[in-house]
């Protein structure tokens, strides 16, 4: 499939041109036409490496996670996305089953103020996942970019640095 792809502009110039005009002077001149053209061929040729790149991962986060490990920290692969929520909030009764009569809740202290396991913030989170990305020089526009395009629009992220 790559042959497709393997065009020599020089060559295809030389062999259209008949052989009574195959003269150096009509051949630079041809030459210098095909120039932006080949320029042109070498830009088309980049993009379709990074669209073969690209087509290669998904939005899974196994495949995002790779995709950013080899883009931005390929030697020591540190970027790692974990999932927002840290804990997982532990159901012990609600507010509206404790009966004030026979109260269930019992304070460690004389105080009236509980005491919480987990605050609210640490069992929800506005973010669907955290993407931790090493103290480096990574451009955060590119980094942002690379995980636009790769993750669903729907999915909330943070980037943190450690």
């Given at each position: 499939m790559d042959h497709l792809f393997n065009i020599n502009f020089k060559r295809l110039a030389l062999w259209w041109v008949p052989t009574f005009r195959r003269k150096s002077i009509t051949l630079n001149y041809l030459w210098c036409l095909l120039f932006p053209l080949e320029a042109m061929y070498i830009d088309f040729l980049r993009k379709r490496k990074q669209n073969l790149i690209k087509m290669n991962y998904n939005y899974q986060k196994y495949s995002v996670q790779k995709r950013l490990n080899d883009a931005f920290d390929p030697i020591?692969?540190?970027?790692?996305?974990?999932?927002?929520?840290?804990?997982?909030?532990?159901?012990?009764?609600?507010?509206?089953?404790?009966?004030p009569q026979y109260?269930?809740?019992?304070?460690?202290?004389?105080?009236?103020?509980?005491?919480?396991?987990?605050?609210?913030?640490?069992?929800?989170?506005?973010?669907?996942?955290?993407?931790?990305?090493?103290?480096?020089?990574?451009?955060?526009?590119?980094?942002k970019a690379e995980i636009d395009f790769y993750i669903l629009q729907s999915k909330q992220y943070q980037i943190v640095i450690i």
């Open positions: 020591e692969r540190r970027i790692k996305i974990v999932k927002a929520v840290q804990y997982e909030g532990v159901y012990l009764y609600t507010e509206a089953e404790d009966n109260s269930k809740t019992k304070w460690l202290y004389d105080d009236s103020n509980p005491i919480y396991l987990r605050t609210e913030a640490e069992l929800y989170s506005e973010y669907d996942f955290i993407v931790e990305i090493p103290n480096t020089a990574i451009n955060p526009l590119q980094l």
